[in-house]
């Protein structure tokens, strides 16, 4: 157990319906990310946050994507209108102090769209 | 082309054999290297850091080589429990910044 949490573990939903994620990291991490993984494929960069402040974004991120990390500390992220292709499995991982940016992941969630 | 590419394998090794996995990288401007093990439909878990210098932990050992852009993982003395997909994963900046990984190189280890 990293001491990342995510919620929920597994969500089904009908395509077109929104969808949210959450992740806490560890209490005491500044750094956050968010990924998407597809079978057979490494975990593909979303977008991360410093604190509050959301840092990056993957261009590959349609605008049917958001994250937020209002208070620096847990950090969701929702799909709105969704797609079967966005089925996958969401993963966070929370990063230490520079410089040891040590990546500790979550359990994710893993989407399933009908 | 990819920015972070691997080997998928898979590599299939007996016990107690030495397997070393290679991933190369585009981003001449990547500062930080590491690799994760991912076993089947778990979250990827931090295996070790790339340094400079090169770094070892056990029966693991990491290597980097900035002039042609890759790092390498060696593994000895193979143990059953090592199967898995190993990842590798490059960080832009040395204040984290965009993370990249592989598409993982898959290991099975036979008794």
């Known amino acids: 157990d990293t001491g990342v949490s995510q919620d929920p573990r597994h969500k089904i939903t009908k395509r077109g319906q929104n969808v949210t994620f959450r992740c806490d990291p560890i209490s005491e991490h500044n750094r956050l990310y968010w990924y998407r993984q597809t079978l057979g494929q490494g975990p593909e960069f979303l977008t991360y946050?410093?604190?509050?402040?959301?840092?990056?974004k993957s261009r590959l991120l349609s605008d049917r994507f958001s994250a937020e990390r209002p208070k620096g500390s847990f950090s969701t992220l929702e799909i709105q209108r969704t797609e079967q292709g966005d089925s996958a499995m969401y993963l966070c991982a929370s990063v230490g102090d520079v410089p040891y940016n040590e990546q500790f992941f979550g359990p994710g969630t893993r989407l399933t769209v009908l | 082309r990819k920015e972070v590419e691997q080997d998928p394998g898979p590599f299939n090794v007996p016990e107690g054999a030495t397997v070393a996995f290679n991933c190369t990288y585009s981003?001449?401007?990547?500062?930080?290297f590491f690799w994760y093990r991912q076993d089947c439909r778990k979250e990827p878990k931090l295996l070790m850091s790339?340094?400079?210098s090169g770094n070892e932990d056990g029966r693991f050992t990491a290597q980097l080589n900035r002039a042609s852009q890759y790092i390498s993982l060696l593994i000895r003395d193979s143990k059953l429990s090592d199967s898995a997909t190993y990842l590798c994963v490059v960080l832009r900046g040395t204040n984290a910044g965009k993370s990249t990984f592989g598409d993982g190189t898959t290991l099975t280890v036979k008794p």
């Open positions: 790339v340094y400079s």
């Open positions: 981003n001449s401007a990547s500062q930080s």
């Open positions: 946050f410093q604190n509050e402040a959301q840092l990056e």
